[in-house]
């Protein structure tokens, strides 16, 4: 299996993410046009309801080669039944293995909560991906509780994820 990831920043929390020899798109907005150059997603994860983070007209164009979708309830009856019928419903703390790839649906809120919050707690989903095994084959990678990454593991996000965000931001 491929070790290597890339992380391609699209826009606000769009982004293409290779890695375990899959394509993985997260939160598709802006149009298809958005990922012109890209590889076409054999994964999609939609962690919201609202415009930024998911957009019928952008997945339909998206999915012409028939990727999983992961999504949670509250995002699976906002799209039509074309969309719907390729999508892997999640809830806050379920996790699913898709094209080898483990994805775990994490909760994804804003604090403080309150009647005008824009992600209510419950409704959508962060989420912690692994190409199928890696942490699992890795004790050192994997909590004391055996379900969560490591301080270590997020060590190893950071080295990754850091340089890409920073080249993003300044």
């Not at 491929?2 to 920043?9: A, E, L, R, S, V």
């Not at 994805?103 to 005008?116: L, Q, R, T, V």
């Not at 996000?157 to 340089?163: A, D, G, N, T």
Request: proline fraction near 6%.
């Amino acid at each position: 299996m491929d070790d290597n990831i890339q992380i391609t920043p699209i826009s606000h929390a769009t982004m293409v993410l290779q890695m375990g020899g899959q394509v993985i798109y997260t939160d598709p907005v802006d149009g298809e046009e958005a990922f012109a150059g890209q590889p076409a997603p054999t994964i999609i994860l939609i962690t919201d309801v609202h415009h930024d983070h998911m957009n019928a007209d952008t997945l339909t164009a998206l999915t012409k080669n028939n990727p999983v979708i992961v999504a949670s309830a509250a995002v699976a009856d906002q799209l039509s039944e074309n969309l719907s019928q390729s999508i892997v419903i999640l809830k806050n703390g379920e996790t699913t293995t898709q094209k080898g790839i483990e994805i775990e649906a994490i909760p994804m809120y804003n604090i403080p909560e309150s009647p005008e919050t824009f992600h209510a707690k419950g409704r959508g989903n962060g989420y912690v991906v692994s190409a199928e095994g890696k942490m699992k084959d890795n004790p050192d990678l994997i909590a004391q509780d055996g379900l969560h990454p490591s301080a270590k593991e997020y060590k190893l996000w950071e080295q990754m994820i850091f340089p890409v965000a920073y080249s993003v931001l300044k």
